[in-house]
């Protein structure tokens, strides 16, 4: 079975400073990886997703996350953090042959002026 | 292209009721996915509809059922309500059937039951 660990329900960061959120998988085949985006009162926007090409994967937004099967990790990043980042994200896995997507519980990011 | 829409947007029952929520995919998507997202955790998957026909079920008891229509927009309905019901339900779409693929989600229905 697929699950998701964030580590950290609550990230808070300074304007233009580095964001990093974390996120560590399980699963016992190789995965799809996936990071989400969620605005108050707003449906889930895709960030990006792994999938067993290029290890570091770009996104939008300025965004990017690296897969790393060793650390069974798939940890987001962002150079420089804007206010307009301020939101939920949510780590994401499903595997070849499944049919659902396990999402990890959240991990809000707070932007400070 | 329109996006995932779905209705309503919000929703009062009361336990026992039953409620019927809607999602229209976006355009040429034949997947569908239905997911819970109590406040503060993530989303859970219910269940998934490919060309009308059900895919795969997460652990939801059976009163959450759902249909996917021809035209691939689908329903989620839940019978015997519970206050744990509430929360918000998201419906995602995608072009395709698999685990890769990515899925666009609509802004949610959020259910309150008294």
């Known amino acids: 079975a697929q699950s998701v660990t964030q580590l950290g329900s609550h990230v808070s960061v300074s304007e233009g400073a580095l964001v990093l959120l974390r996120c560590n998988y399980s699963?016992?085949?190789?995965?799809?990886l996936f990071w989400y985006v969620q605005y108050p009162n707003q449906g889930l926007q895709l960030l990006l997703k792994?999938?067993?090409?290029?290890?570091l994967v770009k996104g939008i937004n300025g965004f990017e996350a690296e897969f790393k099967k060793s650390e069974t990790s798939f940890h987001l990043t962002k150079p420089s953090a804007h206010m307009s980042d301020a939101a939920e994200y949510f780590c994401a896995v499903s595997v070849t042959g499944g049919f659902k997507t396990i999402f990890g519980a959240g991990t809000r990011l707070f932007v400070k002026a | 292209e329109t996006g995932v829409t779905q209705s309503p947007t919000h929703l009062i029952k009361t336990r026992g009721q039953q409620v019927t929520l809607r999602c229209s995919s976006q355009s040429g998507h034949n997947t569908v996915s239905w997911y819970q997202q109590a406040l503060g955790q993530g989303p859970q998957f219910i269940f998934q509809y490919y060309r009308e026909e059900e895919n795969g079920r997460g652990n939801f008891p059976p009163r959450f059922s759902g249909l996917q229509f021809p035209n691939y927009s689908s329903e989620l309905n839940v019978n015997a309500l519970e206050l744990d019901d509430s929360a918000l339900y998201l419906c995602?779409?995608?072009?395709?059937?698999?685990?890769?693929?990515?899925?666009?989600f609509g802004p949610g229905t959020r259910l309150l039951v008294l």
């Open positions: 699963s016992s085949v190789p995965p799809y």
């Open positions: 995602a779409s995608s072009w395709e059937l698999g685990s890769g693929e990515t899925q666009y």
């Open positions: 792994y999938t067993s090409a290029a290890t």
